[in-house]
């Protein structure tokens, strides 16, 4: 006897195809508010890096007391704008630092220019690391959060598509009087094959994000759904709209004319 060993289901619970709608709502939901606070996170990183040259390029590098005085103008409009204690706390050791950092390059013989320059460097490698590493980690996080969404709009176009190609194949039945069954069997192959088509087109561009995953994954159906109404309509009015012959008395006519 042939013995089978079960796979473990856990292996792939966490699987986008494996999820229900509402544990890929949750987890598209999880991934904006973690991409919401990584942003908030590198704004605050870089705030310190970025604030002393928008703030105090007006005051000229040798008027200490100006500068220091300036400095302590913000603290104390931080003091009044910000009722979070966090970023209250954030601000003052970015004001702390400035302050460092403006009384260390008026003295030069605390700080050669040298070392000025190394720690320059040093920082900005940091920030270009940090930078780098935070677009690679974006972008992972978009492609995951694209999936998830495409996923999710996936279980609602798979049962629309049934009742669309259903209101597709139907009339075609009704309408196509001659040729059996074999020529509405194989118009509704060839439609069939072209909305697949543009189905697996629009799925690739809402998973690598050209498209909005809600227009990448409902295109086909958009694009077939006036057709499904107006052979639906002509279905129901007994129109001979693949009569080979109706159009022939037309060609007919318009000669004689």
């Known amino acids: 006897e042939l013995q089978f060993n079960r796979t473990d289901k856990e292996r792939f619970s966490e699987d986008h195809r494996m999820l229900n709608v509402q544990q890929l709502q949750t987890r598209i939901d999880s991934l904006d508010l973690y991409i919401s606070k990584k942003r908030s996170n590198l704004y605050r990183y870089f705030e310190p890096y970025f604030y002393r040259a928008a703030d105090t390029i007006d005051i000229a590098e040798n008027d200490v007391e100006a500068r220091i005085a300036y400095l302590i103008s913000k603290e104390n409009e931080f003091k009044k704008k910000d009722s979070s204690k966090r970023e209250l706390q954030s601000r003052k050791t ?45 972008k992972s996080q978009k492609e995951l ?29 009704a309408i196509i009087k ?43 159906t958009f694009l077939f759904f006036p057709l499904a109404i107006f052979l639906t309509y002509k279905a129901s009015t007994d129109s001979k709209l693949f009569d080979a012959d109706s159009y022939l008395r037309i060609l007919r006519k318009f000669k004689k004319a």
């Open 94 to 138: 970015a004001v702390v630092q400035l302050k460092k950092s403006t009384e260390s390059e008026v003295q030069p013989k605390a700080v050669t220019k040298l070392a000025v320059i190394e720690k320059a460097i040093q920082s900005s490698n940091n920030v270009k690391r940090i930078s780098s590493n935070s677009v690679d980690d974006s």
């Open 145 to 173: 959060k694209s999936k998830y969404q495409v996923e999710w709009h996936r279980k609602y176009t798979l049962a629309i598509s049934c009742i669309l190609l259903f209101f597709i194949g139907a009339p075609l039945g």
């Open 178 to 220: 001659k040729g059996g069954f074999g020529l509405p069997l194989v118009i509704s192959l060839l439609l069939f094959i072209l909305y697949y088509v543009l189905n697996i087109f629009g799925e690739k561009l809402a998973a690598e994000g050209t498209l909005p995953s809600f227009l990448g994954m409902w295109l086909s």
